[in-house]
C-alpha cells in the first residue's frame, strides 16, 4: 500500500492546517485510517484514526482542536487541524490498516511557531 500525505507547513500559534492522505495499490480493504505524530526525541503517537463506519478516535490533546474525516471512495483521509500550538510540533505519519497489515506514509512535517 502506498500512502501519500500533503498539507504540512509552518504555522503561527493559534492558526490551522489541512493534512490529506491517500491509499492506493491495497489488495485488503482498508478499514481504519489515522494519523500519528513524532515529535523530536520521543515517540510516535496516536493523534486520531478513523473506522471505514466513521468511528472516529482522538488523542486527549487534540480534542476540540483536531477532526478526522475520510473519503472512503477515494481512500483519503484528512486531518484538520485548528487552534494550533507549538507542542503540536512533530512529523505527522499516516496509516492505514487492514486485516493483514499496517501501511504508514513517508511523514508531513508540522511545525508551529511565531
Known amino acids: 500500500v502506498q500512502l501519500q500525505a500533503f498539507g504540512g507547513g509552518l504555522v503561527q500559534p493559534g492558526g490551522s492546517l489541512r493534512l490529506s492522505c491517500a491509499a492506493s495499490g491495497s489488495r485488503f480493504r482498508i478499514n481504519t485510517m489515522g494519523w500519528y505524530r513524532q515529535a523530536p526525541g520521543k515517540q510516535r503517537d496516536l493523534v486520531a484514526d478513523?473506522?471505514?463506519?466513521?468511528?472516529?478516535n482522538y488523542a486527549d490533546s487534540v480534542k476540540g482542536r483536531f477532526t478526522i474525516s475520510r473519503d472512503n471512495a477515494k481512500n483519503t483521509v484528512y486531518l484538520q487541524m485548528n487552534s494550533l500550538k507549538p507542542e503540536d510540533t512533530a512529523v505527522y505519519y499516516c496509516?492505514?490498516?487492514?486485516?493483514?497489515?499496517?501501511?504508514w506514509g513517508q511523514g508531513t512535517e508540522v511545525t508551529v511557531s511565531s
Open positions: 478513523i473506522t471505514s463506519s466513521g468511528i472516529t
Open positions: 496509516n492505514a490498516r487492514t486485516s493483514y497489515n499496517s501501511n
